[in-house]
Each structure stands twice: as structure tokens, then as C-alpha cells.
């Protein structure tokens, strides 16, 4: 009986640590650096889109909301900063057409789990692969005719919390 409660002990304990765990700088605004306005010293390409995003292990992504210009090459990192596995806290980045079902979207990736939860059709346009803690993906692609587009995590149970707006002007 001891370990019984012991184990259970442990169990809430764990949960309130998660739970309870640092909060992380919330951005405003998206950070979006036009290649060839960098410091760096190499020539690139300013009509190219460089975004970062993260997601962490309290399945928040760090934007809300990502603008680019009508026919950007756009190239997107995403990078799990948590610390779970990929079979708990998998976090992928994935880019939707205009007028997509999220909660229908969503429920069909669930059987999609051996394609990191991206369900066959064409409703997306683009997207990471499923990324465990520290993990990152690079994608390249362009942006979307101008208007309003949501980008999500498809692992299961994870769009009430992480969604965005990708705005394309």
C-alpha cells in the first residue's frame, strides 16, 4: 500500500511541477527578419521570409501571428524548446489553405499518426515534421496568395492552444 501511494505521491507531484514550471516571454509581435537586412555578411536573397517559431512543453507556440509579403519565398524554423518526447509532446507546424475545418482537420490527423499527424487531402500547404523536445525543422515555401491563414499544431489535443494567424499581405 505504501508504494501505491508513494507512486501516487510522485504522480502529482510531477503534474504540479509541469504545471507550475517558468513562464516563457511572451512575444507581441512576430519576429520576421527580410534576409539581406541581417548583420551578416553573406548575400542574400530580400525577397526571402526568415521566420523562427517555437513550441514548448505547455503546448504554447510563441507567435500568434506571422506576416510576410504576397510572393515571399518563406523560410520557417520551428523548434521544440520543451524537454518531452515526441510521443507525448509532439509539435509540428503546419500551414492550412483558407476556409479548412480546424476541428475537422484535426480529427482526421488523429488517424494520420505515421505521417506526423498531416491527414492526406489538400487542405495544407505546408509543414514541419512532428518535432520532440529539442528537436528543430527547417521548411522552405512560398507564401500564399495575400489574406489571412490559421497555422497549427496537429498532434492530438494540442490546436485549443496552439494556433496562429499567418497573414500574407
Known sequence: M???VKVAYMLVLSIALVSCGGKEKKEDKPKIQLKGQSSSSESEDP???????TGNDLMRFNKTEIKVKAGQKVKLTL????KMDINIMGHNFVLLK????????????????????????????????????????????????????????????????????????
Open 47 to 53: 525577397n526571402t521570409a526568415v521566420i523562427s517559431i
Open 98 to 169: 483558407q476556409g479548412t475545418n480546424l476541428q475537422k482537420y484535426v480529427s482526421n490527423a488523429v488517424e494520420f499518426k505515421d505521417n506526423g499527424y498531416i491527414p492526406d487531402g489538400d487542405e495544407t500547404i505546408a509543414h514541419t515534421k512532428m518535432l520532440g523536445g529539442g528537436q528543430n525543422d527547417t521548411i522552405e515555401f512560398d507564401a500564399p496568395a495575400p489574406g489571412s491563414y490559421d497555422f497549427i499544431c496537429s498532434f492530438p489535443g494540442h490546436l485549443a492552444l496552439m494556433k496562429g494567424k499567418f497573414i500574407v499581405e
Open 2 to 4: 505504501k508504494t501505491v
Open 79 to 82: 523548434t521544440h524548446v520543451g
